[in-house]
């Protein structure tokens, strides 16, 4: 079982600031290779859309409405990736999904794409 695990959501007022972290649970001995990790949201009644991406080698993308505001970083060291959410509006407010784009070596070589369950951010006074 590999699965990332989002953490961090939660209620910000807006203008406020929240960090969201996504690490890959896998079990004991899984040794895997992050070709990329990505952060989505998915508001009430609207499709999901992709928010920032990062590259094993740290490059960067964001959305329209990300740019500026949002920061997509990796810890090689903890093997995590973060999102740092600035400036918060209510239309920021949805559930977000960490995304991996993995490489599975052990047990047996594989490619994974894999889905964390989500964290609900609020953006609200």
Avoid at 2 to 15: A, F, I, K, R, T
Avoid at 96 to 123: E, K, N, Q
Wanted: hydrophobic share 35%.
């Amino acid at each position: 079982q590999v699965q990332p695990v989002e953490s961090g959501g939660g209620l910000v007022q807006p203008g406020g600031s929240l960090r969201l972290s996504c690490a890959v649970a896998t079990a004991p001995g899984t040794i895997f290779i992050t070709n990329a990790t990505a952060w989505y949201r998915q508001a009430p009644g609207k499709q999901r859309e992709l928010v920032a991406s990062i590259t094993s080698g740290g490059s960067t993308s964001y959305s329209d409405s990300a740019k500026g505001r949002f920061t997509i970083s990796r810890d090689n060291a903890e093997n995590t990736v973060s999102l740092q959410m600035s400036s918060m509006k209510p239309e920021d407010t949805a559930v977000y999904y960490c995304h991996a784009d993995l490489y599975i070596i052990h047990p047996s070589t594989r490619t994974l794409d894999a889905w964390g369950r989500g964290t609900l951010v609020t953006v609200s006074s």
